[in-house]
T-cell receptor
């Protein structure tokens, strides 16, 4: 079957670093996305990985291991505005996205 | 208009009524999608369209229909609403029709079926 797993909720402190993990199982794989979604708003694109390794984009980095079916999103120098849900999505063999339920990140001062 | 717009923002609907959710994009994207988002579940694809004139079924298509008469518009119709269709509905678009293109989302429609 197809499945995306990520933790339901995480808490971190302002200024710290947090890593949000995602494991996936899809029938065929063509890439992995991370989106950010603030409460009551639409998801917005953060990153896309298709090859193994780390992609860095400012305070946010995303890592992919295709052989392990594993990805993580790394957020550095956390700010209060980073409080949001982070959605992991993998592309299946039909070239459609399978979405995880999202990880709610709570930032404390 | 910039990006994707959806209407209405929210709606309360009696069970059995017909309802059309509207979605318009001005980015000339080829592909468009309809998702529903329920608490504790990931976004689930209802229907999609890879290009004007074509549509396809997603993971949860039952009770919903779509049309794609032109590039910009992709309405979603609930023929006879049921309470299990209470959800937040997001329309999205992407430049290409493959799952490797970034999807851009509209602001969503919050639908309650009583």
């Amino acid at each position: 079957g197809q499945n995306i797993d990520q933790p339901t909720e995480m808490t971190a402190t302002e200024g710290a670093i947090v890593q949000i993990n995602c494991t996936y199982q899809t029938s065929g794989f063509n890439g992995l996305f991370w989106y950010q979604q603030h409460a009551g708003e639409a998801p917005t694109f953060l990153s896309y990985n298709v090859l193994d390794g780390l992609e860095e984009k400012g305070r946010f980095s995303s890592f992919l291991s295709r052989s392990k079916g594993y990805s993580y999103l790394l957020l550095k120098e956390l700010q209060m505005k980073d409080s949001a849900s982070y959605l992991c999505a993998a592309t299946d063999s039909n070239y459609q996205l399978i979405w995880g339920a999202g990880t709610k990140l709570i930032i404390k001062p | 208009i910039a990006g994707i717009t959806q209407a209405p923002t929210s709606q309360i609907l009696a069970a059995g009524r017909r309802m059309t959710l509207r979605c318009t994009q001005d980015m000339r994207h080829n592909a468009m999608y309809w998702y529903r988002q329920d608490l504790g579940l990931g976004l689930r694809l209802i229907h999609y369209s890879n290009t004007a004139g074509t549509t396809g079924k997603g993971e949860v298509p039952d009770g919903y229909s779509v049309s794609r008469a032109n590039t910009d518009d992709f309405p979603l119709t609930l023929a006879s609403a049921v309470p299990s269709q209470t959800s937040v509905y997001f329309c999205a678009s992407s430049e290409g029709d493959g799952g490797t293109d970034t999807q851009y989302f509209g602001p969503g429609t919050r639908l309650t079926v009583l």
